[in-house]
Protein backbone atom coordinates (compact mmCIF):
# COMPACT_ATOMS: atom_id res chain seq x y z
CA UNK A 1 0.00 0.00 0.00
CA UNK A 2 1.19 3.37 -1.03
CA UNK A 3 0.27 6.82 -0.46
CA UNK A 4 0.26 9.69 -2.63
CA UNK A 5 2.43 7.33 -5.34
CA UNK A 6 5.34 7.01 -2.55
CA UNK A 7 6.15 3.14 -2.05
CA UNK A 8 7.66 2.20 1.34
CA UNK A 9 10.78 1.10 0.14
CA UNK A 10 11.36 4.56 -1.14
CA UNK A 11 11.01 6.05 2.32
CA UNK A 12 12.97 4.03 3.60
CA UNK A 13 16.11 4.60 1.01
CA UNK A 14 14.98 8.29 1.75
CA UNK A 15 15.68 8.13 4.85
CA UNK A 16 18.76 6.65 5.11
CA UNK A 17 19.91 9.08 2.44
CA UNK A 18 18.57 11.79 4.83
CA UNK A 19 20.90 9.87 7.53
CA UNK A 20 23.98 9.53 5.69
CA UNK A 21 23.81 13.18 4.82
CA UNK A 22 23.15 14.31 8.03
CA UNK A 23 25.20 11.76 10.68
CA UNK A 24 28.04 14.69 10.62
CA UNK A 25 25.82 17.27 11.65
CA UNK A 26 24.30 14.89 14.26
CA UNK A 27 27.72 14.18 15.77
CA UNK A 28 28.82 17.19 15.85
CA UNK A 29 25.24 18.63 17.57
CA UNK A 30 26.20 15.61 19.70
CA UNK A 31 29.79 16.77 20.81
CA UNK A 32 28.48 20.42 21.27
CA UNK A 33 26.00 19.39 23.92
CA UNK A 34 28.14 17.35 25.43
CA UNK A 35 30.59 20.06 25.78
CA UNK A 36 28.21 22.10 27.10
CA UNK A 37 27.08 20.27 29.98
CA UNK A 38 31.03 19.62 30.62
CA UNK A 39 31.45 23.32 30.91
CA UNK A 40 28.32 23.65 32.71
CA UNK A 41 29.07 21.84 35.45
CA UNK A 42 32.69 22.66 35.56
CA UNK A 43 31.61 26.58 35.91
CA UNK A 44 29.38 25.49 38.24
CA UNK A 45 32.12 23.44 40.37
CA UNK A 46 34.78 26.85 39.76
CA UNK A 47 31.80 29.03 41.19
CA UNK A 48 31.71 26.44 44.33
CA UNK A 49 35.25 26.45 45.21
CA UNK A 50 35.44 30.71 44.76
CA UNK A 51 32.63 30.83 47.36
CA UNK A 52 34.04 28.17 49.37
CA UNK A 53 37.51 29.93 49.49
CA UNK A 54 35.61 33.59 49.88
CA UNK A 55 33.51 32.36 53.39
CA UNK A 56 36.76 30.61 54.63
CA UNK A 57 38.89 34.51 54.19
CA UNK A 58 36.15 36.18 55.58
CA UNK A 59 35.50 33.72 58.71
CA UNK A 60 39.11 33.76 59.04
CA UNK A 61 38.80 37.43 59.59
CA UNK A 62 35.58 37.42 61.56
CA UNK A 63 37.84 34.64 63.66
CA UNK A 64 40.60 37.02 64.00
CA UNK A 65 38.78 40.02 64.76
CA UNK A 66 36.88 38.13 68.16
CA UNK A 67 39.97 36.54 69.03
CA UNK A 68 41.58 40.05 69.28
CA UNK A 69 38.92 41.71 70.94
CA UNK A 70 38.62 38.79 73.28
CA UNK A 71 42.66 39.19 74.23
CA UNK A 72 42.19 43.17 74.61
CA UNK A 73 38.94 41.96 77.28
CA UNK A 74 41.23 39.74 78.98
CA UNK A 75 44.09 42.45 79.75
CA UNK A 76 40.88 44.03 81.32
CA UNK A 77 40.87 41.24 83.81
CA UNK A 78 44.30 40.69 84.27
CA UNK A 79 44.62 44.25 85.06
CA UNK A 80 42.08 43.89 88.03
CA UNK A 81 44.05 40.58 89.37
CA UNK A 82 47.07 42.73 89.25
CA UNK A 83 45.47 45.13 91.63
CA UNK A 84 44.37 42.66 93.25
CA UNK A 85 47.75 41.43 94.12
CA UNK A 86 49.58 44.31 94.28
CA UNK A 87 46.96 45.39 97.39
CA UNK A 88 46.31 43.73 100.64
CA UNK A 89 42.73 44.82 100.60
CA UNK A 90 41.09 46.58 97.99
CA UNK A 91 38.26 49.39 98.93
CA UNK A 92 35.40 50.23 97.00
CA UNK A 93 37.10 54.12 96.73
CA UNK A 94 40.92 52.46 94.97
CA UNK A 95 38.31 49.91 92.62
CA UNK A 96 36.84 52.86 91.29
CA UNK A 97 40.21 54.97 90.83
CA UNK A 98 41.13 52.07 88.86
CA UNK A 99 38.62 51.32 86.78
CA UNK A 100 38.28 55.49 85.93
CA UNK A 101 41.91 55.09 85.39
CA UNK A 102 41.84 52.37 82.66
CA UNK A 103 39.10 54.92 80.76
CA UNK A 104 37.26 51.77 80.23
CA UNK A 105 34.49 53.16 78.05
CA UNK A 106 36.52 55.12 75.74
CA UNK A 107 39.18 52.08 75.55
CA UNK A 108 37.04 49.47 75.45
CA UNK A 109 33.54 50.58 73.99
CA UNK A 110 32.03 46.77 74.46
CA UNK A 111 32.49 46.73 77.88
CA UNK A 112 29.79 47.95 79.76
CA UNK A 113 31.00 47.72 83.36
CA UNK A 114 34.16 46.13 85.61
CA UNK A 115 33.16 45.34 88.85
CA UNK A 116 34.08 43.02 91.48
CA UNK A 117 32.43 40.96 94.48
CA UNK A 118 33.74 40.75 97.74
CA UNK A 119 33.03 37.50 99.89
CA UNK A 120 31.28 38.52 102.79
CA UNK A 121 31.48 36.21 106.04
CA UNK A 122 27.82 36.12 107.96
CA UNK A 123 29.11 37.46 110.81
CA UNK A 124 30.38 41.06 108.87
CA UNK A 125 27.50 41.64 107.15
CA UNK A 126 25.91 44.27 108.99
CA UNK A 127 28.90 46.09 109.48
CA UNK A 128 29.82 45.80 105.25
CA UNK A 129 26.41 46.97 104.14
CA UNK A 130 26.85 50.22 106.87
CA UNK A 131 29.84 50.57 105.26
CA UNK A 132 28.92 50.46 101.44
CA UNK A 133 26.11 52.26 102.37
CA UNK A 134 27.98 55.32 104.09
CA UNK A 135 30.62 54.98 101.10
CA UNK A 136 28.24 56.45 98.42
CA UNK A 137 26.35 53.61 97.86
CA UNK A 138 23.19 54.08 99.77
CA UNK A 139 20.48 51.41 98.11
CA UNK A 140 23.57 48.54 98.14
CA UNK A 141 22.07 45.15 98.85
CA UNK A 142 23.43 41.91 99.63
CA UNK A 143 22.04 38.79 97.18
CA UNK A 144 21.19 36.47 98.13
CA UNK A 145 19.74 38.04 101.56
Known amino acids: MSFSGTSSRNMGRKGLVWLGVMWPALVIWVIGAALTVFALRWEQRERQIDEHARV ?37 DEWAAFVKGMAVSESFPGIHGVGFAQWVPESQRKSFLERMRKGGAPQFEIRPP
Do not use: D, P, W
Open 56 to 92: HSRLTEVRAAIEHRMNTYTQVLRSGVALFHSSHNVER
